[in-house]
């Protein structure tokens, strides 16, 4: 009975400590490194922004849905006309899933180390391509 009551609080602190990072990277925004903004819509007038890694992979512009919180992608997914901002500069893009030979190469261009899978709690990894309109 103790193993079980040890992986259970083990368990129990390892979600606490997911849950904590995630609900800070999503209020804190870090802006350190490569980011952009990415403007995504649910609605007419609606707007909502989010900091997000800048990507590239064969000379193309990516973002990855790195979290389990991911409204923004799936705001993007629905209304694929974004606004993307780097370094003040703001340009319209559409914004394309990726799969697939092409997934992968962006995953292998772009990794992610494993302290930082562990934190977030391994969640699953979705790219968008942002094409110029």
Known sequence: MKPLKI????????IGIVVAFESLIGVIQP??????????????????????????SDEKLYVAANHWPRAW??????????DVT??????????VPVSGDEHERVESDNGLPLAFRF??????RYFLRLDPR
């Open 7 to 14: 992986i259970a609080i083990v368990l129990g602190v390892y």
């Open 31 to 56: 802006t350190a490194g490569e980011t952009l903004v990415i403007t995504t819509s649910d609605a007419p007038g609606s707007s909502h922004d989010r900091v997000l890694a800048h990507l590239t």
């Open 73 to 82: 992608y799936k705001r993007a997914l629905e209304q694929p006309d974004v």
């Open 86 to 95: 780097i370094e003040g500069k703001t340009t319209a893009r559409r914004a």
């Open 119 to 124: 934190v977030t709690g391994f969640p699953p």
